[in-house]
């Protein structure tokens, strides 16, 4: 077969052969990426592209300075995709030389265009470990965030998964069927996943002796996971020099947070996929990129460790109470751009004058930054205290080097000093003067996207790059000379000298001139209006011309790494400057939310009260419009407020009321202050939610299964540091059923786990277990009815409620004023055992009229009216 293949196609045969079969490769002939064979029919159906034949091959191209759109397309639908690009001048008699440059898979993406800048995307793997446990690491590889645990069991992994949310995730073959459900599966040979290869892979990279300092030395299924992602990465031609940490942490750190309660708080994003009705939408007031994202990671992440969460509260309480500096400080960060994102690419894939211009430009403001916490610090009396490893993201200190050597883990003992969270982030500021200034000597303030197209360096900077700009200029102006100079020799007054990439320089003339053009001119090409001829002192100039262009550009590329290179010996510092900037911009955006919108700081505890007073729904608080959020207070503990039942009708706010409990929890496990007058929360483990179901058509299963499925996982996981949600059980089954079902529910989480629950429901039956449980308490949405109709009045009271106000809301809803008065007749029915002889209600027959009194006049309707309560306009 190879005696048949061109030269060309058998090297395009030898480096397909090379890369997994799952991966398409681009291959680069001129000005276009080629695929063939196979990868052409997939390309060309995802790209929409003609897909075309060529002595029988199936291929497709797309334009080489498109490449990132269509990779990006590529990717987005889940592929790989290999770059093979011309590594050689193309010669006479010779065949171009290619080699793949990179390989892209959905985890590996480096192209900020190809990436949500407000969220991480990572690439994680996963291996069995002993007793049913998984090892389970992940990294995102556009900041060098690394980070490794493991988990006790298949729901534990499945909680991390819907946190982490990889895009990308590495299994053995033999584990395919196991993680089935992870995601984006890509299988790998299970020798990359070996335990003592993968020890190995992380001392080498890392440059320890053991694994002990970072706290996984007995953490193998782990290690195997991590050691994998090291192996991958290094076949797709990466780069990890700038992952230099590896972050062990525990779940114990953490309040679990699974995807039904992500889902069902509506967390980063609503039921309709909106991210500005989510809880991080009415949050995030970051101005930076990497504050974006680390905000997304805390709110995913509630900690569970006190003292973290008190200095972040107190730095947030800090920022309030100076608004100058708070504004100051804001102000600078819009001027810092995504330091860790354009660290990466500078690390990865050579970057551009464009990420060098990114540095300079962000690290311009890190003294103005620096100077206000300074003053804050001075202000509240504070000093730099030691250092503390409880920050999540911060780099170790010390160079590049040394930062490799040393372990960043999240369970150390902090040091718990008013202001030692504020202190190290002051020290992790780095200005790097020297950087700045090289930077501004340098680059041009507007430098090219395209490293080897020349024009990054400002003319000055070096002396022999200036000679071949000078050289080249010159031979320029003796272009537009040798023009005028045989215009006047031959009379051809509309004559040009032009220039393409193609052809190089050539004198242009048109059809009605061509008499006069000497015959010592050699014709180059014909066109549509005349002739392209070279003479031979055209073709001297343009040798030195091209000579002294190519020269510039190729010392200016050599000149640029030589400065990228003398940038990233200062990794360490700008990792840890990156993250610094992070978390004061997520700190100072909850200081200015809980600013706008009149925040307290909760009193944090590790006992079991929660004690709220004017709590208010951090998400409608900020929303609503027509109408004024009611606030509520709650009262919970482990004792007599254990549990409380609430009813009420639709659509009267118990939903709402529930999950504002939840959420104003969750936002103080994440430091952050919260909506309401005061506060006293005591540390949840994790949040259960159990709130409205759907059919799972896929796995075959009903409403009523899902909210059981749902039901049983709170009943087994739950512990008496839970906190609890429920939102109707027993719906989607017979009325005796369901109440059965919640009755027992509600007595086992009172009885046996004793968590603390927040239980609405429409089984006002279920309101005589206060009568029969201590820790049981009956509340309920206050509404007022006038003229049979129903006013909401959100406001949460003791004492259950008496009816469901069921017909009343369904007239709200728009239903037939004759299903109304029918909904009625049958309901008077049920009420009062009305039945006919068969014994069974009479619903054929309707009720008497009701009995209203007489009929009041304007006068007494009006001071009725006025009697009630503002919300009563509403109608």
């Known amino acids: 077969m190879a005696e048949t293949l061109t030269p060309m196609m058998q090297q395009y045969h030898g480096i397909r052969r090379a890369l997994p079969p799952d991966t398409l490769l681009l291959f680069r002939l001129g000005d276009f990426y080629e695929m063939f064979f196979d990868d052409a029919k997939t390309a060309a159906s995802i790209l929409n592209v003609a897909l075309t034949q060529r002595n029988g091959t199936p291929m497709c191209g797309i334009p080489h300075h498109a490449q990132e759109n269509y990779v990006r397309r590529l990717i987005k639908a889940g592929k790989r995709v290999a770059i093979c690009d011309q590594v050689s001048e193309p010669k006479p008699g010779q065949i171009v030389q290619r080699e793949v440059t990179h390989i892209v898979s959905p985890g590996t993406i480096a192209d900020l265009q190809m990436l949500d800048a407000k969220r991480n995307n990572y690439l994680a793997a996963i291996h069995p470990g002993k007793n049913g446990g998984h090892g389970f690491a992940f990294l995102d590889l556009t900041t060098g965030d690394f980070r490794l645990t493991e988990l006790a069991d298949e729901k534990e992994l499945a909680d991390e998964l819907a946190r982490v949310q990889p895009s990308e995730v590495l299994v053995a073959e033999e584990n395919v069927a196991l993680y089935r459900d992870a995601g984006r599966i890509q299988p790998r040979e299970g020798y990359t996943f070996l335990s003592e290869q993968a020890y190995y892979a992380l001392r080498e990279h890392f440059r320890v002796q053991s694994l002990d300092g970072f706290g996984c030395a007995e953490m193998h299924a782990a290690q195997s996971a991590a050691g994998a992602i090291l192996q991958y990465l290094k076949e797709l031609r990466r780069s990890l020099s700038h992952v230099a940490r590896l972050t062990v942490y525990r779940n114990s750190q953490f309040m679990t947070v699974d995807a039904a309660t992500q889902a069902n708080l509506e967390l980063t994003q609503s039921r309709g996929g909106a991210r500005d009705t989510s809880l991080l939408g009415c949050l995030d007031r970051t101005h930076t990129p990497m504050g974006a994202r680390k905000l997304r990671d805390w709110i995913l992440h509630p900690l569970c460790d006190l003292a973290v969460l008190r200095e972040r509260q107190d730095l947030i309480g800090d920022l309030l109470g100076d608004a100058f500096i708070l504004g100051n400080m804001r102000e600078t960060l819009k001027g810092i751009r995504d330091l860790e994102r354009t660290v990466g690419r500078l690390t990865q894939t050579g970057g551009n004058g464009r990420d060098l211009m990114v540095l ?5 403001q890190i003294p103005q930054l620096r100077a206000d916490l300074g003053a804050l610090l001075r202000k509240e ?3 730099l205290f030691g250092t503390t490893s409880n920050i999540q993201g911060n780099a170790s200190g010390g160079d590049a080097a040394h930062s490799l050597a040393q372990p960043v883990t999240s369970h150390q003992s902090p040091v718990t000093s008013p202001h030692s969270l504020a202190a190290i982030l002051l020290t992790q500021l780095h200005e790097l003067p020297h950087i700045v200034e090289l930077l501004t000597k340098a680059i041009v303030d507007e430098p090219p996207a395209v490293t080897k197209e020349g024009g990054i360096f400002r ?11 000078n050289a080249s200029r010159a031979g320029k102006d003796w272009i537009a000379q040798l023009q005028q100079k045989v215009i006047e020799e031959t009379g051809i007054k509309s004559l040009k000298i032009r220039y393409t990439g193609v052809f190089g320089y050539f004198i242009e003339v048109t059809k009605s001139n061509l008499s006069l053009v000497p015959p010592t001119w050699h014709r180059k090409q014909t066109i549509a209006n005349g002739e392209r001829y070279i003479t031979p002192e055209l073709k001297e100039v343009e040798s030195k011309i091209l000579g002294a262009d190519e ?9 640029f790494v030589q400065l990228r290179d003398e940038v990233m010996r200062e990794l360490a510092s700008l990792q840890q400057t990156a993250a610094s900037v992070a978390t004061l911009d997520v700190l100072s955006a909850l200081a200015e939310t809980a600013r706008l919108f009149g925040y307290c700081k909760p009193a944090l505890s590790d006992d079991l009260r929660i004690r709220v007073e004017d709590g208010r729904h951090p998400v409608l608080d900020q929303s609503l419009i027509e109408e004024k959020f009611v606030p509520n207070d709650v009262a919970l503990d482990d004792t007599v407020n254990r549990l409380l039942i609430l009813t009420g009708p639709n659509m009267a706010g118990k939903s709402t009321y529930i999950r504002q409990v939840a959420l104003l929890v969750l936002m103080a496990q994440i430091g952050s202050w919260i909506p309401a007058k005061s506060a006293e929360i005591g540390l949840a483990d994790r949040i259960f939610t159990r709130v409205g179901a759907n059919d799972d058509l896929s796995r075959g299963q009903s409403t009523f299964m899902v909210e059981m499925n749902e039901t049983a996982n709170i009943c087994n996981n739950a512990t008496a540091r839970s906190l609890v949600i429920l939102d109707e059980i027993g719906r989607g089954t017979s009325t005796f059923d369901g109440l059965s079902i919640a009755w027992s529910v509600a007595e086992y989480l009172h009885d046996a786990i004793k968590c603390r629950t927040l239980f609405a429901t429409h089984y006002h039956e279920l309101t005589e277990l206060e009568i029969t449980r201590g820790g049981v308490k009956n509340y309920n949405v206050a509404v007022r009815e006038w003229n049979d109709q129903i006013i909401f009045l959100r406001k949460i009271i003791k004492g259950g409620a008496d009816k469901s106000y069921g017909i009343q809301v369904a ?4 239903l037939p004023q004759k299903v109304i008065a029918r ?20 619903l054929a027959e309707a009720p008497a009229p009701p009995k209203h009194g007489k009929p009041r006049g304007k006068k007494a309707a009006q001071k009725a009216l006025d009697a009630m309560p503002p919300q009563m306009s509403l109608l």
């Open 811 to 814: 007239r709200l809803a728009g």
């Open 551 to 559: 020269r510039g550009k190729a010392l200016e590329h050599e000149l």
């Open 459 to 469: 003319d000055g900077w070096h002396a022999p790059l200036d000679e071949l700009r």
């Open 360 to 364: 300079r430009t962000s690290l311009e």
């Open 823 to 842: 909904a009625k007749e049958v309901l008077s029915n049920l009420e009062h055992h009305e039945l006919n002889a068969e014994g069974n209600p009479t």
């Open 381 to 383: 009396g504070g000093a």
